[in-house]
């Protein structure tokens, strides 16, 4: 089955600076990848995802890219706030599947510093 | 915008004792899941579930694990004997076919004793 890792499990940065987590996958069909906040005592919470056909997909201070070949995609937050501080969680699954299940990665616990 | 709701909150219950979980996903969503979350660790696929069947389950989701959708808005995930290491976050989330992302309820955290 697919295999999510993902680096860093902490990433403190300065309010104002940049953050950026890292996925790689091990299931070459998989082709959806969506990114999760989650906040304490909440549930995780989309906040931006890519498929397959695409290499980059921005919202605002948010982007993901995604390289199919080496099997990795990539959280990039720019001009961090301290509302930006939470766990988030990349994932990874294939739509083909008709159980359409998501595998998770292990989380990155995100401060940011005012 | 509509919310996938959980109840209870927060579950303490005996091991060896039975527990339901219950969850309403968004009103007009069709495939529904249960994932766990034990503490400080990552989200765990359980089960899905579509048509009034199970879609795809894990190796966790067990002859101890049942799924239902008793009425037109309920989604409920049952263990029948409890063990310490049902101990987790139980989310449940729903999305429609063909339609991402799945959307994801705030949880009902189990403890068992």
């Known amino acids: 089955g697919e295999n999510v890792e993902q680096h860093p499990s902490t990433l403190s940065v300065q309010e104002g600076d940049s953050a950026v987590i890292k996925c790689t996958y091990s299931?070459?069909?998989?082709?959806?990848f969506p990114w999760y906040k989650q906040e304490l005592g909440k549930g995780p919470q989309l906040i931006i995802d890519?498929?397959?056909?695409?290499g980059e997909k921005k919202d605002q201070r948010i982007a993901v890219t995604l390289n199919k070949t080496a099997k990795h995609f990539s959280l990039h937050i720019t001009e961090t706030q301290p509302e930006d501080s939470a766990v988030y969680f990349c994932?990874?699954?294939?739509?083909?599947?008709?159980?359409?299940?998501?595998?998770f990665g292990t989380g990155t616990s995100l401060t940011v510093i005012p | 915008e509509p919310e996938v709701t959980q109840t209870p909150s927060h579950q303490v219950t005996q091991m060896g004792q039975e527990v339901i979980l219950r969850c309403v996903p968004i009103?007009?969503?069709?495939?529904f899941y249960w994932y766990r979350q034990i503490l400080g660790q990552k989200v765990e696929f359980l089960v899905s579930?579509?048509?009034?069947?199970?879609?795809?389950k894990s190796e966790i989701f067990d002859d101890q694990f049942s799924v239902e959708r008793p009425d037109g808005s309920n989604f409920t995930l049952k263990i029948r004997s409890t063990k310490l290491e049902d101990s987790a976050m139980y989310f449940c989330?729903?999305?429609?076919?063909?339609?991402?992302?799945?959307?994801f309820g705030d949880g009902t955290r189990l403890s068992i004793l």
């Open positions: 299931d070459s069909a998989s082709n959806y």
């Open positions: 989330a729903s999305n429609t076919p063909g339609r991402q992302p799945q959307h």
């Open positions: 890519i498929r397959s056909n695409v």
């Open positions: 009103s007009n969503h069709l495939y």
């Open positions: 579930f579509y048509n009034n069947e199970i879609s795809e």
């Open positions: 994932a990874a699954s294939n739509l083909r599947n008709t159980g359409n299940q998501f595998y």
